[in-house]
């Protein structure tokens, strides 16, 4: 394992999760409080959260739609916003060459060292602004996005990069749970030429703002995105 990689231990406290997909559980390493990382000089130059640092349930729904895909051997996936890399790793079994993505350096480091643990491969890393797309990130034939619209700006910063990462004959699929930005991106992904389809529907628990035992429930959609024929 990479130094940068051996040296999560040292810079974090360290906390283990078990998500389950698809019956199976994969184990998570993540920081053990992602309040504790808040930064107020970050949050003041462009409002960054370390939302990166948990494991949300869009992660997990959209993880266990992928292991139900047909195997895919060489195609390749771009997460957007990857966190803990809970989908990515997902991906990986699938058979795909994943580019994981987020605006977080260190939340780069945890996919990695988490997807070395979970398939004995590092995906392909990358910090990636969305409001500066790389030239170079090139195309997809499939983009993953769990969670991702949680502020209104980013419904048309979101569908842009899906435009412009989406492959021909690509599908984009992403999971929401009802954020303020979801309508307002599904508009701006048409105004693209995007469709979009909802391919799964379930309710979950909130974690981890909702305390266990609670009643907060969310229904988490999957929209699939394809570019419209013409």
């Known amino acids: 394992m990479r130094a940068e990689l051996t040296d999560l231990d040292r810079r974090f406290v360290i906390a283990r999760v078990d998500a389950i997909v698809s019956g199976a559980a994969v184990a998570i390493e993540k920081p053990r409080n992602a309040d504790d990382l808040i930064s107020e000089a970050e949050y003041a130059r462009d409002e960054r959260l370390p939302y990166w640092a948990d494991l949300w349930p869009a992660a997990v729904v959209l993880s266990e739609h992928i292991a139900t895909m047909p195997a895919t051997v060489g195609a390749r996936a771009l997460e957007l916003g990857c966190g803990l890399g809970l989908v990515t790793i997902a991906a990986m079994r699938a058979g795909y060459a994943v580019t994981a993505t987020d605006y977080y350096d260190d939340a780069l480091l945890f996919t990695a060292r988490n997807a070395l643990t979970a398939t004995g491969q590092e995906p392909a890393t990358r910090m990636v602004d969305w409001r500066a797309l790389p030239e170079d990130l090139g195309t997809f034939d499939l983009v993953l996005a769990a969670d991702v619209l949680y502020e209104r700006p980013y419904a048309a910063i979101v569908a842009g990069v899906i435009d ?65 024929a013409r």
């Open 164 to 228: 412009r990462a989406l492959a021909p004959g690509g599908v984009a699929l992403v999971a929401d749970q009802g954020r303020v930005a979801l309508a307002a991106f599904l508009e701006a992904a048409a105004a693209l030429g995007l469709r979009h389809a909802v391919v799964r529907q379930e309710r979950r628990r909130v974690v981890p703002a909702a305390p266990e035992g609670s009643e907060a429930h969310h229904q988490l959609t999957i929209y699939a995105l394809r570019r419209e």
